[in-house]
């Protein structure tokens, strides 16, 4: 099978869509298979085929011109099926890694307290978000089309509510990680001088990762610090930002709290094992990830979790590994569960489950589980053959 895969930009610091594209075409190669990936920037892993789409003018004129022109490249290229992430109109498998449109931008709204007067007015002069509504209908709203998967559980129950002609051809395949890249042991001696470097011998540590920190709940973390359960531990508590920068408001309201200096911004890593070695636990109150990634590698590197239910990462814990509140936005129920894992040796516990879950997970059984739905589809296609 020659596996093609429609997706706009390869860059090596984005997140999730990338990440499992790059070992998916790695493990397609490896497997016997051949490979090719359109995109408009960047370059594809070794052994596997770039092809370049030339795409100009502004959104969504680009984004239209890219789904096309790119599904024709990657036919023309002799590709048996083509898996599109985003930016499609047309493919034979979607797997759509950022879930649906409108949810995503609702939750994204709520995470810093509805859109602002600029941002509704800038809304209605765009037009990008209307072509992904279309496209997502294009490829979601009919009896015929792609072969859907679905990246956990909790969004496949999304995309049945809001297409439900999609069904029969929806599939769910929970993400999957690198237990071998993300392991805790070969990063300790980085880890404990990451700590040093950044004077956090003493303290608790919890991380929060994320490119956008407001929608993965940054404001309740920050709040979370200043929560009596928190606030009174008797090691204090400090909160690692990695990614990307925290939005002036939060940091505004971390000095009105009191917290700003429990509150430290390391800014993006190019390689996180070293933060996740460094930490005592992941801090990711989100309100809206299809499956975090984020989550999947610090429990791979020993790390136990909290989440909330808006996180398809959370079907992989049933009991073991972490902490899911019981909704974004609450900063008390967060600073609950900090205090809960501050406990010594309740946390070693957690820690050797998180490893053990991650373990259930790996990213090699998801990559060709993916790989056989690609296959079916191919079949189909063909006509079985």
């Known amino acids: 099978m ?16 990338e990440v499992h594209t790059r070992a998916l075409v790695t493990r397609c190669v490896e497997g016997g298979g051949a490979a090719a990936i359109a995109t408009l920037s960047g370059d594809a892993p070794a052994g596997v085929e770039t092809l370049r789409i030339e795409a100009r003018g502004g959104r969504p004129e680009r984004d239209e011109a890219f789904a096309i022109e790119g599904e024709r490249a990657l036919r023309a290229a002799g590709c048996d099926v083509v898996l599109a992430v985003r930016h ?11 879930g649906l449109v409108d949810l995503a931008r609702d939750m994204k709204d709520r995470a810093v307290g ?10 209605a ?5 209307a072509f992904f509504q279309r496209a997502e209908a294009a490829l979601l709203a009919g009896r015929d089309g792609p072969l859907v998967i679905a990246v956990s559980a909790w969004i496949a129950g999304k995309l049945r509510a809001a ?74 508590f400090v909160l690692l930002v990695a990614g990307g920068p925290l939005p002036r408001r939060l940091r505004a309201l971390a000095r009105s709290l009191g917290v700003a200096d429990r509150v430290r911004e390391v800014g993006l890593q190019a390689d996180p094992r070293p933060l996740y070695a ?22 791979a590197m020993g790390l136990p979790i909290i989440t909330t239910p808006n996180n398809g990462a959370r079907e ?44 259930k997970n790996r990213e090699s059984t998801r990559l060709d589980r993916v790989l056989e739905i690609c296959r079916e589809a191919a079949g189909s296609a063909s006509g079985g053959g």
Request: net charge neutral; with cysteine.
């Open 316 to 359: 992989v814990l049933g009991q073991r590994g972490g902490i899911v509140v019981e909704e974004p936005g609450n900063p008390s129920a967060l600073a609950t569960a900090i205090r809960v894992l501050a406990d010594d040796e309740l946390r070693s516990f957690t820690s050797d489950d998180a490893r053990y879950v991650a373990l």
């Open 278 to 299: 460094a930490v005592d636990l992941l801090v990711h109150p989100t309100w809206y990830d299809p499956c975090s990634l984020v989550c999947l590698e610090a429990l």
């Open 88 to 98: 499609a109109l047309a493919c034979d498998v979607y797997l759509p890694h950022g």
């Open 163 to 236: 297409y439900p002609a999609c069904a029969p051809r929806l599939r769910t395949v929970l993400n999957g990680v690198d237990c071998e890249h993300f392991e805790r042991a070969p990063h300790l001696a980085a880890g404990t001088r990451l700590r040093a470097e950044l004077g956090l011998e003493a303290p608790l540590v919890g991380l929060l990762v994320a490119h956008h920190p407001q929608l993965k709940g940054a404001e309740t973390a920050v709040r979370a610090l200043a929560e009596p359960a928190v606030r009174d531990l008797s090691r204090p």
């Open 2 to 17: 020659k596996l093609g895969v429609l997706l706009d930009r390869l860059d090596g610091t984005a997140g999730g869509a």
């Open 125 to 129: 002069f765009s037009r990008k978000h």
């Open 114 to 123: 509805g859109p602002s007067r600029w941002t509704r007015v800038a809304r």
